[in-house]
């Protein structure tokens, strides 16, 4: 990272990060050599040193079908944007933000129990704190992608 003063590397500080932005840029390896990426809600839980990312989509389309072929992803995070600079100096201004940047290696998970727990994670993330219902139909017929992170950095202006 070229600005290292901006460098968050407390676990606690990237948690905060982490509960402050709510879409996930999530980056795939497209065809022809150029990246596809989607923006999508996410949750997480924490395993070991890295978080572990958790989205859900329809059960085919794009996103799934490169998946299938290269499971390595990439993605980015941002929240908290605030510019800051003199009025009538365009080139002053800068902005403050919180972003994370990963890479890691994404799996559909088939399992029901470990999807459904996925998906509360998401959702105690993107609606907060309840005991959720879900109903078998729809989840059946909902794809939980599960991002185990391998590389991070986090940085805060």
Not at 130 to 150: E, G, I, M, Q, S
């Amino acid at each position: 990272m070229r600005r290292k003063e901006r460098e968050v590397t407390a676990r606690g500080e990237i948690e905060e990060i982490l509960r402050a932005c709510k879409v996930c840029h999530l980056a795939v390896n497209g065809e022809d050599g150029v990246p596809y990426i989607v923006p999508l809600n996410f949750g997480y839980s924490w395993q070991g040193t890295w978080p572990v990312l958790y989205m859900h989509c329809a059960p085919e389309g794009q996103k799934l079908e490169l998946l299938r072929r290269d499971n390595r992803v990439a993605f980015e995070m941002d929240c908290g944007y605030a510019p800051e600079g003199q009025a009538d100096l365009a080139c002053t201004y800068t902005n403050r933000y919180a972003s994370l940047i990963g890479a890691g290696d994404c799996e559909i998970v088939t399992a029901e129990d470990e999807k459904e727990a996925g998906l509360r994670h998401l959702m105690q993330h993107v609606v907060g704190a309840r005991d959720w219902k879900f109903d078998r139909t729809a989840l059946a017929h909902t794809v939980l992608l599960r991002v185990h992170v391998r590389k991070l950095t986090a940085k805060k202006h």
